[in-house]
């Protein structure tokens, strides 16, 4: 069994009561993909009528089941549809053999919960370049439906864990037409996160109605703004995905609802953070606001080189306010910038203004600020309205055990 690792300092206080969302069901079971003495597969079954919609990793090398749901997202949504998600084994970088293990896993999911193939999708995260061993998970399929509940899906966010340490959820209500709509997701990341696209993988679902289309340009806008914005070391993973499954149990449709998308917005932005919070070894949650760029993406590209700076990131660890490594970031970021120009501040402390330290910044101030569990460290650009923000967390020498000890 893997060693199980201490809770992050930065999770939230309790997971939250998650709501049932009409139309799905959900199932766990402890296949022993790679883990023993817990659970490792999660099953949704979704009823007919349900639009999914997916934005996944941009890896080169991304695994065969993310390659199989980008070629099914967008499909005839009649019929009924299921997620099949292990933990243990990415399925990845495993050539012919991957992508046979997802079609047995497709074609046995849609025989036993009588679904259309193409309606099936796959997931899986862990260790990557080892075969998957797919009939450890094709023998449990008969108690994973035979089992699937309304109820299921806080037990769900605990299956697809790795090396996180503590499940994820997060969920709005918001009212349209005088009825209460839910959205509801899970997460899991923990290492391996950065943004081009999810950055881990996550469900998320909802009992309002939208269009298929639609559905997927607001998952994909909203994606760009929270997943896309948090980042614990800069590596982007083979298996990132994100998907939402709009049952339409409700009756209500949310289709152009203003208040729905902001609900949307407000449960993905919860999980990207929650993922940060839990970064590998994470001691300080970080977040970092960049305005007065060209643009908003110069912007996000000066956020970005400071969040994924290993120098930046071990100075927070160590609470030093070396703000010299804050200006070397953005020097280095590719994105322009004026020395002479450049603001900085951490907190409310103003450290730096018009590319100089400014003369009333207190060190001791600075330092004694540092010592806190959640900072922001704000960036003035000084040359024009492009602004970004940010998430990440510390570098700290857990990161090292955690991943020095990854496939022991």
């Not at 009825?179 to 998320?204: E, H, Q």
């Not at 930046?312 to 970031?329: C, Q, S, Y």
Request: net charge negative; hydrophobic share 45%; glycine share 10%.
């Amino acid at each position: 069994m893997a060693k199980a690792l201490p809770v992050s300092p930065l999770a939230p206080a309790q997971f939250p009561d998650l709501p049932v969302i009409g139309g799905v069901r959900f199932a766990t079971v402890a296949a022993g993909v790679r883990y023993s003495g817990r659970t490792d597969v999660m099953l949704a079954l979704l009823d007919p009528g349900t639009s999914v919609a997916g934005v996944f990793t941009r890896s080169a090398t991304r695994s065969a089941p993310v390659l199989d749901c980008q070629a099914k997202i967008g499909g005839d949504s009649s019929g009924g549809a299921a997620i099949l998600v292990n933990s243990g084994n990415a399925n990845a970088f495993t050539g012919q053999r991957g992508q046979m293990s997802v079609t047995e896993l497709t074609r046995a999911v849609a025989k036993v919960a009588e679904l259309p193939e193409s309606r099936v999708f796959t997931a899986s995260t862990g260790v990557i370049g080892e075969p998957l061993p797919h009939e450890k998970i094709i023998a449990k399929l008969e108690d994973l439906t035979a089992s699937a509940e309304a109820g299921g899906m806080t037990a769900a966010a605990k299956a697809i864990m790795t090396t996180d340490t503590f499940p994820k959820g997060a969920v709005r209500q918001v009212e349209i037409d005088g009825k209460t709509v839910s959205i509801a997701g899970i997460a899991k990341g923990s290492g391996m996160i950065a943004p081009d696209m999810a950055t881990m993988l996550s469900y998320v679902f909802t009992d309002a109605r939208v269009e298929q289309a639609t559905l997927q340009r607001l998952l994909a806008a909203h994606a760009d703004t929270t997943f896309n914005c948090v980042t614990v070391d800069s590596d982007t993973s083979t298996s990132d995905s994100l998907m939402m499954c709009a049952t339409g149990a409700s009756g209500v449709d949310a289709t152009s609802d203003a208040a729905f998308e902001s609900a949307l917005h407000e449960v993905l932005l919860d999980l990207a953070q929650q993922v940060a919070r839990d970064g590998e070894g994470a001691s300080k949650f970080v977040e970092i606001r960049v305005t007065g760029a060209t643009s908003d993406a110069d912007a996000k590209t000066h956020a970005m080189a400071i969040a994924n700076s290993p120098l930046v990131k071990t100075a927070i660890a160590g609470e030093d306010p070396n703000w010299g490594r804050i200006v070397m970031a953005i020097g280095k970021s590719g994105a322009p910038a004026d020395r002479d120009l450049l603001g900085i501040r951490f907190g409310d402390i103003l450290v730096a203004e018009k590319g100089w330290v400014s003369p009333d910044y207190s060190e001791a101030e600075a330092a004694a600020y540092m010592k806190g569990q959640e900072l922001v460290i704000e960036v003035e650009i000084g040359l024009g309205q492009g602004k970004a923000t940010v998430w990440t967390c510390d570098l700290t020498h857990g990161y090292i055990d955690i991943n020095a000890d990854y496939r022991s």
